[in-house]
C-alpha cells in the first residue's frame, strides 16, 4: 500500500515567517503535485514535479522532488495570511491510474 | 471555477438510507475519480474511471458503487448509509487516466451528514 506522510500536520506562524512541509513515502512515484485546499472547496493544483531532484519555484513558493522520487517539500518565504490553507501532496505512479494524497499539513498565518 | 459540477452540495440522511451523488466533470476531460475526506483529513481514494470503464479501485466499501456514464457524467452510489460515512465527497476529473502532466481539477464537494 502507498502511503505518503507529511509534516507537521499542522503549522501556525506569523506573517513574514519562513516555513517548510514536508511529503515523504517508502514508494516511488513517477511525478507528485501539491494542491491548497482552502475551506468549502476543492484542492487546487499548484505544481507538479516529475524529474528527481527537480526544484520548481511559484513566486513564494518553492517545490522540490527528492532525487529519489519518493519525497517532496514545500517551502514557503515570507508567508502571507493569504497562504493559510490546507496542504495537500498527491503522489502518482504510472500503471496505478489512482492519485495518492498525503495526509495534508494545515497551514494558518496570522497577520 | 475548475470546470467540475458535483451535486447536491449538502445532504442529510439517517442512518439506513441511500443517497446518491452525481459529478459533471470538465469539457473534455475522460476521467473521473471520487475521493471521501473526513473531518480535518486528507483525501482517501475511492474509484476511478476512465471513458465509462473501472480503471482503479482504493479503499471504496462494498456498500458503495459508482459509475460513469456514455455523457462522462458519474454517479457514486452510498447504501446502508452509517454515522461514520458523514464526510465531505469529492469529484475530480482529468484529461486522461494515466497521465502524470494531467492534473486533477476537483469539484466543491458534496457534504454528507448521516444522522
Known amino acids: 500500500t502507498q502511503l505518503l506522510e507529511q509534516s507537521p500536520q499542522f503549522l501556525s506562524i506569523q506573517e513574514g515567517e519562513n516555513l517548510t512541509v514536508y511529503c515523504n513515502s517508502s514508494s516511488v512515484f513517477s511525478s507528485l503535485q501539491w494542491y491548497r485546499q482552502e475551506p468549502g472547496e476543492g484542492p487546487v493544483l499548484l505544481v507538479t514535479?516529475?524529474?528527481?531532484?527537480e526544484v520548481k519555484k511559484l513566486k513564494r513558493l518553492t517545490f522540490q522532488f527528492g532525487d529519489a522520487r519518493k519525497d517532496s517539500s514545500l517551502h514557503i518565504t515570507a508567508a502571507q495570511p493569504g497562504d493559510t490553507g490546507l496542504y495537500l501532496c498527491a503522489g502518482h505512479t504510472s500503471g496505478t491510474y489512482k492519485y495518492i494524497f498525503g495526509t495534508g499539513t494545515r497551514l494558518k498565518v496570522l497577520a | 471555477d475548475s470546470g467540475v459540477t458535483q451535486t447536491p452540495k449538502h445532504l442529510i440522511t439517517a442512518t439506513g438510507q441511500r443517497v446518491t451523488l452525481r459529478c459533471s466533470p470538465r469539457?473534455?476531460?475522460?476521467?473521473v475519480y471520487w475521493y471521501q475526506q473526513s473531518l480535518d483529513q486528507g483525501l482517501q481514494f475511492l474509484i476511478h474511471?476512465?471513458?465509462?470503464?473501472?480503471?482503479a479501485k482504493g479503499n471504496i466499501l462494498e456498500r458503495f458503487s459508482a459509475q460513469q456514464f456514455p455523457d462522462l457524467h458519474s454517479e457514486l452510489n452510498l447504501s446502508s448509509l452509517e454515522l461514520g460515512d458523514s464526510a465531505l465527497y469529492f469529484c475530480?476529473?482529468?484529461?486522461?487516466?494515466?497521465?502524470?502532466?494531467?492534473?486533477?481539477?476537483f469539484g466543491n464537494g458534496t457534504r454528507l451528514t448521516v444522522t
Open positions: 475530480a476529473s482529468s484529461v486522461g487516466p494515466n497521465s502524470y502532466n494531467s492534473p486533477l481539477h
Open positions: 514535479v516529475v524529474t528527481g531532484g
Open positions: 474511471y476512465y471513458n465509462g470503464e473501472e480503471r
Open positions: 469539457s473534455g476531460d475522460l476521467s
